[in-house]
Nanobody, 123 residues
């Protein structure tokens, strides 16, 4: 069972940047596709971005396309979400997750989840 720990969240002004990290517990991380999701209180968890196990394929929610970049370093068992041009509506708890097959956008398809990290963007 892979354990995931997110870090890098915090408070930032609108227009600023943050980089989130997702550290996995072991080298099997490289066998999994990875996704980032976010959630605000009272709303469903929302897909943000996904990346294939090799890092060759990525895709993004329309709301973050051109502003966020997902990446991974399998040698370090770590995934990343670089967030730029942040907006107040990006405020949420951000979660990383991994999946055995593919890189889906539906949260129920993911196998393991981190505990989340809070991102707050002030106007």
């Amino acid at each position: 069972q892979v354990q995931l720990v997110e870090s890098g969240g915090g408070l930032v002004q609108a227009g600023g940047s943050l980089r989130l990290s997702c550290a996995a517990s072991d080298h099997t991380f490289g066998n999994y596709g990875m996704g980032w999701f976010r959630q605000v209180p009272g709303k469903d968890r929302e897909f943000v971005a996904a990346i294939s196990w090799s890092g060759d394929s990525t895709y993004y929610a329309d709301s973050v396309k051109g502003r966020f970049t997902i990446s991974r370093d399998n040698a370090k068992n770590t995934g990343y979400l670089q967030m730029s041009s942040l907006k107040p509506e990006d405020t949420a708890v951000y979660y990383c997750a991994v999946v055995v097959a593919g890189m889906p956008r539906r949260e129920y398809e993911y196998d393991y989840w981190g505990q989340g990290t809070q991102v707050t963007v002030s106007a």
